[in-house]
């Protein structure tokens, strides 16, 4: 839903039109389901007769559709595909996957949390499976490449309720903890009974954006967030025109009741991506290759990022920002630390995790 | 009298301005086909 509102806040900054021709929006809900998805990238291309496909969903989603939208030869961008499909998969010029990636966030954090913050024994926690064991895996190739030690891997079944034995399991040496669970409700359950252990007076935490979204967890555990450093691609305290400027065409649309955000800034960024590409070739999308061609070329200052591109692969290039969740002129939010510029996917040094 | 002119008169304007829209839209844009983007959320 974020990312489609990034998407309608760009479209709407255009009035809905490319160089002199109108922008026709056809939407459904794949309810991040692989078949429905598939189902439903069939009917916008052969019913619909839609030009371009924009697909903001989860990996297996996101994989269902990728194959489909290369026989059609329909050019497809992706929110989604946050493993390490980008790699493993074979490279279609029709594909463009416009969000992060395994290792695009962990290297650059991994590398922070060694050189900046200190860290030198770490543990790693998450269920156990390729979504997650592929973040811990990004994270924990760079870390020991610096010089660190991850000294424990905590693993429990994908949806595992109670996770106090795992926590439990944690040696005393461990300085900080890089763990990663999906969706909303597991993150909460996590904040939860790391607090209610009182782990965060011992052990730090520097985690995955989604758990550390100025939105989401910040209001629910307050200050008990402060301290907490994550790898993002947005932040709301960034300072900087674009963001002031879109930020509050958010909140002129959306109203304030949810804070601007990553998933927003993201759909924003891959709209203006298309649009850009678009007004390249004059709006001529019926000359595919074309279309093809000036997607690769483009590049565009992004909301944060000082430009957004992508590689022979379609892969998105784009800066990566170290947060830190910070009371700042009274408000408890993340705030920039540093700045990587530029990271690829993969990153350089980054070998996709190993098969079982 | 007056009221009832001048009700009148805004119902052409009205009348005008309704037809006045759509063919402004289709010079605006050159009669152009529209872009399709489809959206999967």
Not at chain 1, 141 to 170: C, H, N, S, V
Not at chain 1, 186 to 205: A, M, T, V
Not at chain 1, 300 to 316: C, Q, R
Not at chain 2, 9 to 20: D, E, H, P, R, T
């Amino acid at each position: 839903m974020n990312i489609k509102q990034g998407y309608d806040l760009y479209l709407q900054e255009i009035g809905y039109k490319i160089a002199g021709r109108p922008i026709s929006v056809v939407e459904y809900d794949n309810q991040t389901d692989p078949k429905l998805s598939l189902e439903v990238a069939q009917k916008l291309v052969e019913k619909d007769r839609v030009q371009i496909l924009c697909f903001g969903t989860n990996s297996a989603a996101a994989i269902a559709v990728r194959g489909y939208a290369e026989k059609a030869k329909v050019p497809m961008a992706l929110v989604g595909m946050a493993g390490s499909e980008r790699v493993t998969l074979p490279p279609s010029r029709y594909i463009f996957t416009m969000g992060y990636a395994d290792g695009q966030m962990e290297t650059p954090q991994a590398r922070y949390a060694y050189e900046k913050l200190g860290f030198r024994k770490m543990a790693l926690m998450g269920p156990d499976y390729a979504g997650s064991t592929g973040k811990l895996w990004a994270f924990q190739q760079e870390f020991e490449k610096r010089g660190g030690k991850i000294i424990q891997t905590i693993l429990w079944p994908l949806g595992e309720m109670d996770l106090a034995p795992y926590f439990a399991r944690l040696k005393p040496e461990v300085e900080a903890i890089f763990p990663f669970v999906p969706g909303d409700i597991s993150i909460n359950r996590f904040f939860k009974q790391y607090f209610e252990l009182g782990l965060d007076k011992k052990i730090n935490l520097t985690t995955h954006l989604a758990f550390a979204e100025d939105y989401f967890t910040l209001p629910i555990f307050k200050d008990k967030m402060i301290g907490i450093t994550s790898a993002g691609l947005y932040c709301l305290d960034f300072n900087s025109p674009e963001n002031k400027r879109v930020t509050e065409r958010f909140y002129a649309k959306y109203g304030k009741k949810k804070l601007m955000n990553t998933d927003a800034s993201v759909g924003y960024e891959s709209m203006k991506f298309i649009v850009t590409a678009l007004q390249a070739i004059g709006g001529n999308i019926e000359d595919t290759e074309g279309f093809l061609n000036a997607m690769h070329n483009t590049k565009m200052k992004g909301i944060v990022s000082t430009s957004v591109s992508v590689d022979a692969n379609g892969n998105v290039i784009r800066d990566v920002l170290i947060r830190q969740i910070q009371k700042k002129d009274g408000v408890i939010k993340n705030v920039v630390l540093n700045v990587y510029p530029q990271v690829r996917q993969p990153p350089e040094g980054y070998t996709v995790m190993p098969r079982k | 009298m007056e009221k009832k002119s001048s009700l009148g008169l805004m119902g052409g304007i009205c009348f005008v301005l309704l037809l006045a829209v759509p063919i402004g839209n289709l010079c605006a844009q050159g009669g152009k086909e529209p872009i399709k983007i489809g959206i999967d959320i």
